[in-house]
């Protein structure tokens, strides 16, 4: 599988964007799709990861950024989506999607446990 992730630019603090990661290649039912984010100097954060079908999400406990995070999948065309509302200046940073093509939800929330990454999209909130 191949990612390309897009979506990032620059908005207002409370504002929201809707990050957008696009599959092709080969795919599976078994996939996990995560999306993380990079601070420079910072380790990779986990935000939000989605099984392939949709069925399963799960979250970070982020206080930063918990409750303010929507994953999606659009089953048409295979693109996962991270929504994020009320963001704040802290927020900007490079964001990731990635999967997980070999051992389902086992360990989600760990961005070694992912494969296949796509390039960074980069987000900036102004204040």
């Known amino acids: 599988v191949q990612l390309q992730a897009s979506g990032g630019g620059l908005v207002q603090a409370g504002g929201s964007l809707r990050l957008s990661c696009v599959t092709s290649g080969r795919t599976s039912s078994g996939y996990v799709m995560g999306w993380f984010r990079q601070a420079p100097g910072k380790e990779r954060e986990f935000l939000a990861a989605?099984?392939?079908?949709?069925?399963?999400?799960?979250?970070t406990n982020s206080v930063a950024v918990k409750g303010r995070l929507t994953i999606s999948r659009d089953n048409a065309d295979n693109t996962f989506y991270l929504q994020m509302d009320s963001l704040k200046p802290e927020d900007t940073t490079a964001y990731y999607c990635?999967?997980?093509?070999?051992?389902?939800?086992?360990?989600?929330?760990?961005?070694?446990?992912?494969?296949?990454w796509g390039q960074g999209t980069l987000v900036t909130v102004s204040s």
């Open positions: 989605i099984s392939w079908s949709g069925q399963t999400t799960k979250y």
């Open positions: 990635a999967a997980e093509t070999r051992s389902g939800f086992a360990c989600y929330y760990l961005p070694d446990y992912y494969d296949v």
